[in-house]
């Protein structure tokens, strides 16, 4: 296969004559070559309006499925995040409390009983809440209005004076009450995907 300017023929690429070696000057003049191009200029069929091209529905199935994973990711994400939230609460309310000083600062047996109970709902609860299950809702729930049933007694059961601390650990657990509480209605009202 040669190619030579002077008897090779030659196509126009863009209004310049460019040369053709042999085989492809053979492939241009095979026989059927005409019913080829025919058929590669034959107008194409005319599309359904209605219908997207294959190309762009493939797209938007893809897009689709992105966001069902996002959505999903978003889901598990946020039983992530409040078990993180639980976590830190509990370790700020009992930051905050001091030593006892109250006039029995001695724990009875039955709130000793209550607090093993609580801490072993809110551990249960993180580990579900940490695995992306929406169910840790429910025993954040609990576990919360433990701590909170534990804050209101510490000065009642005079184990500690009643002192500003104690409003901040009020607080601290009545938030983590009203936040298992919405986030527990919030996952009962949305579907399950």
Not at 47 to 72: E, T
Not at 167 to 183: C, D, E, N, R, V
Request: net charge positive.
């Amino acid at each position: 296969m040669s190619i030579t300017t002077e008897a090779a023929p030659t196509t126009a690429h863009r209004g310049t004559p460019v040369p053709v070696s042999d085989a492809h000057a053979f492939l241009i003049t095979m026989p059927g070559a005409e019913a080829a191009d025919a058929a590669a200029t034959a107008p194409l069929p005319a599309a359904n309006p209605y219908q997207r091209p294959a190309a762009v529905q493939r797209v938007a199935v893809r897009s689709r499925r992105s966001l069902i994973r996002r959505v999903l990711a978003a889901r598990a994400a946020l039983p992530r995040l409040w078990a993180l939230a639980m976590v830190t609460g509990f370790l700020a309310a009992g930051a905050i409390e001091p030593v006892p000083d109250g006039p029995d600062p001695v724990v009875p047996a039955w709130i000793a009983a209550i607090g093993d109970v609580t801490l072993l709902i809110l551990l249960v609860a993180v580990v579900l809440l940490l695995a992306g299950q929406r169910a840790g809702y429910g025993l954040s729930t609990y576990g919360s209005a433990g701590l909170v049933l534990l804050a209101a007694l510490c000065p009642a059961t005079g184990h500690h004076v009643l002192a500003p601390w104690w409003f901040g650990q009020l607080a601290i657990t009545m938030g983590l009450l009203a936040g298992s509480l919405a986030l527990r209605s919030r996952a009962a009202r949305s579907p399950a995907l």
